[in-house]
């Protein structure tokens, strides 16, 4: 069964940086689109970035030139790294698989989730 474990949350300062990473099992990992989600409290959970099989990227208009997705098949791990946080990048944040990533739909699995903390 597919397995999403993520790590690399915490409690920054604004202004400072983290690195989330998910490690994938469970499934061919190279051929699946990837991405993370995020849900704050009181608000729907969203798309922050998303990164296809063939390593096309696509972000958040919130997020877009602070945070990077990547990707490395060969560990079957996803990353995001997130720079010049804002508290109002508080939120869980969530590995997934497959659709809603680069392209519509919902994704089909999820990680436990990581919280992220941006105090002011």
């Known amino acids: 069964q597919v397995q999403l474990v993520e790590s690399g949350g915490g409690l920054v300062q604004a202004g400072g940086s983290l690195r989330l990473s998910c490690a994938a099992s469970?499934?061919?990992?190279?051929?699946?689109?990837m991405g993370w989600y995020r849900q704050a409290p009181g608000k729907q959970r969203e798309l922050v970035a998303g990164?296809?099989?063939?390593?096309?990227?696509n972000y958040a208009d919130s997020v877009k030139g602070r945070f990077t997705i990547s990707r490395d098949n060969a560990n079957n791990t996803v990353y995001l790294q997130m720079n010049s946080l804002k508290p109002e990048d508080t939120a869980v944040y969530y590995c997934?698989?497959?659709?809603?990533?680069?392209?519509?739909?919902?994704?089909?699995?999820w990680g436990q989730g990581t919280q992220v903390t941006v105090s002011s």
């Open positions: 469970g499934m061919i990992f190279r051929i699946n689109d």
């Open positions: 997934v698989v497959g659709r809603g990533t680069v392209g519509p739909g919902t994704p089909g699995y």
């Open positions: 990164v296809s099989s063939g390593g096309r990227t």
